[in-house]
């Protein structure tokens, strides 16, 4: 396979990851601000939020403040912000179109589909309730599209590539999630959780969409750690760090099975599967959660360029 | 290096077995130099297989097997791929600080000739840790002989001394009981060998020893090939001896003697290069 081809399939898998993850982040900042004055206390979500996504630089150098409107623009729909959900969908086309004959028929009709319906949506004055729905399709339109692929793709090495995108893209997204929040997520002696925490603890696990896997792992209320350990060592919960890396490990295997060598890419996803399997949250709380994941996201985009270099350039 | 394991142990009583009860320490991790590529562990009866983790964070599988039967097979099957880290052991899960090995065991008493064994290496040695636990993993491999048939699962590091004979796991715990003498922590470690002879089938899994070395942290050595481990070797499990981390330890209630039939086979998978 060429590695332009491996390079489209990554990509292309990766966008619609990111934007499915955005879609999810800007529900839950909704959800979440959509609760009484009193509840939501001195936090500006909508900022929180944009950090989450990984682009405050930018959101500055366009909006002044960080409200409902401006995010939404920005996250959305903006043309200015290369990580819009629009955009995402845009470039995932052009790499589905570069590599067409690669993907089945079903995978380019959701990709295809999906991105003519998108584009649709946007400018100004659209409602909640449109922006509730424009949501709704971008995870619908994810769904077709990993399930398309799931369903209808020969496993070969471009099967391979295409989930190598989808999983790094996840563990990041993942990732900051944890960052930013993870001062609502450390274990404070005595702390009676208020109810704007309660809240807080739901949205993280519903932007992950955890908040019923949660209740079958522990059946117990919502604990910080408990769900910081479900989004990080616990394998069986998809979105989790862990779950993450047993895929990659498991892909770069595969395709290190079919060409006959392995590289860097293999010893750094086994390096850091091997972290996550062999660690204990005790521990990681003890080293500080903030540093342990501030080192995972260094060594997931370190992943990321290995990736790059051994395969897809 | 992508190794590819099987191992079978086949118990056949003379008379039938009422039950058997083991746990198995045969199922290895990842570290560093290691990746298990699949692991599956197979009985021959029907059982559960309890999946657990004891203190040191070896894998322990555990059933129990209702009579009766005449012969009961335990077969393990899978593939690992390792690297080659000088012996040195990063990234493994660790629940106990490295003092905790300096624990004398039964089987890793100290007698006088080890005593002296042990202080003659470091006289020679000087101050370089490194150095003595390299210099005594290669006096041991020139100075015993490899012999199977002195020495069973019993023997002492003192016993097996004396006799200057003794298999891997005498010479392991030779050489763990001489560090410990010298207050270097040190452990047992049990695991397969691929053996570049191109022997693939083999009669027993392979054991070596770990020391902790100040700025380094844990560092294989393997007496009975006198070098540290290398990409040939799979790191099952660590203990304080060879009962600490031995594969198999079981009871059974009935079944007259026993006669155990172990078949190992470790072989190189389907060929690959490192790039």
Known sequence: MLSRTADNLYWLSRYVERAEYLARILEATQRLTALPLAYSGTTNE????????????????????????????????????PSSIRNCFE???????????????????????????????????????????????????SLRFDGSAYRTMLRNDAYWFSRLGVFIERADNTARILDVKYHLLLPVEARVGGPLDYFQWAAILRSVSALTSYHWVYRESLKPWLIAD????????????????????????????????????????????????????DDVFQGGLHEFIGEFVVDNNQLGTTISQQYLV | MRIRISHESIYRYAAPVAGVIQTLRLTPRNHDGQYVVFWRIDISEDCRLDHHEDAFGNITHTFTAEGSFTELGVTVDGEVETQDTHGIVR????????????????????????????????????DDTLALLHSMTERLHREIVFDPDPTHTATTAAESF??????????S?????????????????????????????????????????????????????????????????????????????????????????????VDQAAGQMQN
Request: proline share 4%; net charge positive.
């Open chain 1, 91 to 141: 470039v995932a086309r052009t790499n589905a179109r570069a590599v067409r004959t690669a993907l089945t028929m079903e995978m380019w009709d959701a990709i295809n589909g999906g991105w003519h319906e998108i584009k649709r949506f946007g400018g100004a004055g659209a409602t909640r309730e449109e922006l509730a729905q424009f949501l709704r399709l971008v995870q619908e339109c």
């Open chain 2, 162 to 171: 004396a006799m200057r004979r003794g298999v891997c796991q005498d010479l």
């Open chain 1, 230 to 281: 479900l989004l990080i060592l616990n394998d069986q919960m998809p979105r989790s760090l862990a779950s993450c890396y047993q895929n990659l490990v498991q892909n770069l295997d595969y395709i290190a099975r079919a060409y006959g060598r392995q590289g860097a890419a293999q010893r750094q996803a086994r390096k850091v599967r091997t972290r996550l399997e062999n660690s204990r949250m």
């Open chain 2, 173 to 265: 715990h030779i050489f763990i009981c001489a560090a410990r003498s010298l207050d270097i922590p040190a452990r047992y470690v049990g695991g397969y060998f691929h053996r570049a002879d191109g022997v693939i089938q083999q009669e027993a899994g392979h054991a070596w020893a770990e020391a902790f070395v100040p700025d380094i942290g844990w560092v294989g050595f393997d007496p009975a090939n006198g070098i540290s481990p290398t990409d040939q070797h799979v790191r099952v499990a660590i203990g304080l001896d060879y009962l600490g981390a031995s594969p198999v330890r079981g009871a059974r209630k009935g079944g007259g003697t026993e006669a155990l039939t172990v078949t190992i086979h």
């Open chain 1, 46 to 81: 909508w900022e929180s939020a944009v950090s989450t996504a990984g682009c405050v630089n930018a959101f500055f150098a366009a909006f002044n403040e960080a409200n409902e409107e401006t995010v939404t623009e920005f996250l959305a729909f903006s043309p200015a912000n």
């Open chain 2, 91 to 126: 990234g493994a899960i660790e629940r106990f600080p490295p003092s905790l090995f300096l624990r004398e065991t039964a089987l890793t008493r100290p007698d006088t000739a080890i005593l002296t064994f042990a202080r003659e290496a470091r006289a020679a040695a000087r």
